[in-house]
């Protein structure tokens, strides 16, 4: 008699320790997952057409929220932020000023300073000529791609740098268009 009823407590015993290891894994997991992604990476959906042709409606992206915590982004760097008029909503842009930059757009080219920014990822696009602006210190001047179809720093102003969630690095979706962005 007396084995059978070691027996049941083992089992029981066997229960109790698998519901904890259980309950002990996902709390190490969830762990991970708000430490990946409020410090590491974000995904993101693209829902408009702003960014196009590099990003399309649909695509999805994995943000480094790690990029920028030794440096600034640089020219070109395609980031999301929170929208400044709305810091519920994130964004997706391209940087094309920092602060302390004039910007102007002539005759559907930018101006950096006076000098003509190379811009190899627009298709031959017209838009309406702006500027020039002063770009405040701290702050980013950042447009859409697709100039046509994006609401911007043209529209809304300046990103302050504090708003800069990360850098857009990679494409995960769809599978036909996974790969670096550039």
């Given at each position: 008699?007396?084995?059978?009823?070691?027996?049941r407590e083992n089992k029981t015993n066997q229960g109790a320790f698998t519901l904890r290891e259980?309950?002990?894994?996902?709390?190490?997991?969830?762990?991970?997952?708000?430490?990946?992604?409020?410090?590491?990476?974000?995904?993101?959906?693209?829902?408009?057409?702003?960014?196009?042709?590099?990003?399309?409606?649909?695509?999805?992206?994995?943000?480094?929220?790690?990029?920028?915590?030794?440096?600034?982004?640089?020219?070109?760097?395609?980031?999301?932020?929170?929208?400044?008029?709305?810091?519920?909503?994130?964004?997706?842009?391209?940087?094309?000023?920092?602060?302390?930059?004039?910007?102007?757009?002539?005759?559907?080219?930018?101006?950096?300073?006076?000098?003509?920014?190379?811009?190899?990822?627009?298709?031959?696009?017209?838009?309406?000529?702006?500027?020039?602006?002063?770009?405040?210190?701290?702050?980013?001047?950042?447009?859409?791609?697709?100039?046509?179809?994006?609401?911007?720093?043209?529209?809304w102003g300046y990103v302050p740098a504090r708003l800069v969630v990360g850098k857009a690095q990679y494409r995960y979706w769809p599978l036909s268009r996974v790969g670096k962005i550039y």
């Open positions: 008699m007396k084995v059978k009823a070691v027996e259980l309950l002990q894994s996902l709390l190490v997991a969830l762990f991970l997952v708000v430490i990946i992604k409020t410090f590491i990476v974000q995904l993101f959906w693209i829902p408009s057409r702003s960014m196009e042709p590099i990003l399309l409606i649909n695509d999805r992206i994995i943000v480094t929220k790690f990029s920028y915590w030794y440096e600034e982004p640089q020219r070109g760097d395609i980031i999301v932020f929170r929208f400044p008029k709305d810091t519920s909503k994130h964004l997706v842009k391209r940087v094309i000023g920092m602060g302390g930059e004039i910007i102007s757009i002539r005759n559907n080219q930018v101006y950096i300073n006076g000098k003509l920014l190379d811009e190899p990822y627009i298709n031959n696009e017209k838009y309406q000529d702006f500027g020039p602006v002063v770009v405040p210190d701290g702050h980013y001047f950042v447009l859409g791609d697709n100039r046509d179809s994006s609401e911007d720093s043209r529209s």
